[in-house]
């Protein structure tokens, strides 16, 4: 049953990973910053599930997800730097007076970082819980 829930997030975070690429080709730079984030949120989970044995919690706060599947002390500088980057678009893809200035601060460009960076720490993940 738990490898079920782990396998849930991981699959969610694969079809979020396309979406945001699909988001990216069509120039919808928000919608890709939101599913990278996402996406991180979701493999995040996957680690809760694995260690805890039951549902993560209705949590969306990256680094509290770290911790409690027990991975905070292992992430690297640039990955803490990335939640950081990353966290401002859980909140501000979805609500209209954060909106219009997250949308500027990204560029085709910086989506492609960004997308980079979710694709390496799913990847990362993905090879700690094969352990």
Same mark, same amino acid.
């Given at each position: 049953?738990?490898?079920?829930?782990?396998?849930?997030?991981?699959?969610?975070?694969?079809?979020?990973?396309?979406?945001?690429? /699909?988001?990216?080709?069509?120039?919808?730079? #928000?919608?890709?910053?939101?599913?990278?984030?996402?996406?991180?949120?979701?493999? &995040?989970?996957?680690?809760?599930?694995?260690?805890?044995? +039951?549902? !993560? !919690?209705?949590?969306?706060?990256?680094?509290? &997800?770290?911790?409690?599947?027990?991975?905070?002390?292992? &992430? /690297?500088?640039?990955?803490?730097?990335?939640?950081?980057?990353?966290?401002?678009?859980?909140?501000?893809?979805?609500? !209209? +007076?954060? %909106?219009?200035?997250?949308?500027?601060?990204? /560029?085709?460009?910086?989506?492609?970082?960004?997308?980079? +960076?979710?694709? +390496?720490? #799913?990847?990362?993940? %993905?090879?700690? #819980?094969?352990?």
């Amino acid at each position: 049953m738990l490898l079920d829930k782990v396998e849930y997030w991981l699959n969610s975070c694969d079809d979020d990973i396309r979406v945001a690429k /699909s988001m990216l080709k069509a120039g919808h730079f #928000l919608w890709t910053a939101f599913l990278c984030n996402l996406t991180t949120e979701k493999a &995040l989970k996957a680690v809760v599930a694995n260690v805890t044995n +039951e549902t !993560p !919690p209705k949590i969306h706060n990256l680094k509290r &997800l770290a911790v409690m599947g027990c991975i905070f002390e292992s &992430l /690297s500088e640039k990955q803490l730097a990335f939640f950081d980057s990353i966290d401002q678009y859980q909140i501000e893809a979805r609500y !209209p +007076e954060y %909106k219009e200035r997250a949308q500027k601060s990204l /560029s085709l460009d910086k989506c492609r970082r960004i997308l980079k +960076e979710t694709e +390496e720490f #799913l990847c990362w993940i %993905k090879q700690g #819980l094969q352990k």
